[in-house]
T-cell receptor
Framework: DSGVTQTPKHLITATGQRVTLRCSPR?????VYWYQQSLDQGLQFLIQ???????AKGNILERFSAQQFPDLHSELNLSSLELGDSALYFC?????????????FGPGTRLTVT | GNSVTQMEGPVTLSEEAFLTINCTYT??????LFWYVQYPGEGLQLLLK?????DKGSNKGFEATYRKETTSFHLEKGSVQVSDSAVYFC???????????FGRGTSLIVHP
């Protein structure tokens, strides 16, 4: 158990809909990362938050957005969903300080868009 | 920019065989290096790490040595088990970049 929790575990929705994925980091970790994993694209970094502030953006579509709340949990919002958005979405947390950059991953949310 | 190159999979081995999964990198700055493992249906787990040249990370019988001269961090295990079947990801992070860089992953299949 990594200490990172993600909900829901599975999500099935239709094209054009909007969903919210939730992540709670390990206790004490200020940094949260979101990733998308699909068979053809591998593991894609989407966005990072550190202590409530956006810190880095990767290959995140404009239809996607995220935020990190004062209690450090984070949400990833996916809107106007397309079939190609079907994938596993992982969040990870990290201390990100003092040279300690290893990440701890949650179990993921499997999104299926029909 | 930073990049990580891993050998293509799948790697198929018999139980008790020797494992090597190659990983090379390019980085601006001085990276920390990581191996993560993803078992079927699960998230990635940190397997081992090394933060400076010539450091050897080790865990669960797996080892990898940070080779700055060859910009490599190859994963090895002397005797694999069926339970080692998983996807292995090499990754790096530099202090000057907030974005971690992952390889595409190498699938390992171990047969009894």
């Amino acid at each position: 158990d990594s200490g990172v929790t993600q909900t829901p575990k599975h999500l099935i929705t239709a094209t054009g809909q909007r969903v919210t994925l939730r992540c709670s980091p390990r206790s004490g970790d200020l940094s949260v990362y979101w990733y998308q994993q699909s068979l053809d694209q591998g593991l894609q970094f989407l966005i990072q938050y550190y202590n409530g502030e956006e810190r880095a953006k990767g290959n995140i579509l404009e239809r996607f957005s995220a935020q990190q709340f004062p209690d450090l949990h984070s949400e990833l919002n996916l809107s106007s969903l397309e079939l190609g958005d079907s994938a596993l979405y992982f969040c990870a947390s990290s201390v990100d300080a003092g040279g300690s950059y290893e990440q701890y991953f949650g179990p993921g949310t499997r999104l299926t868009v029909t | 920019g930073n990049s990580v190159t891993q050998m293509e999979g799948p790697v198929t081995l018999s139980e008790e065989a020797f494992l090597t999964i190659n990983c090379t990198y390019t980085a601006t700055g001085y990276p920390s290096l990581f191996w993560y493992v993803q078992y079927p249906g699960e998230g990635l787990q940190l397997l081992l790490k090394a933060t400076k040249a010539d450091d050897k990370g080790s865990n669960k019988g797996f080892e990898a040595t940070y080779r700055k001269e060859t910009t490599s961090f190859h994963l090895e295990k002397g005797s694999v088990q069926v339970s080692d079947s998983a996807v292995y990801f090499c990754a790096l992070r530099t202090g000057g970049s907030y974005i971690p860089t992952f390889g595409r992953g190498t699938s390992l299949i171990v047969h009894p």
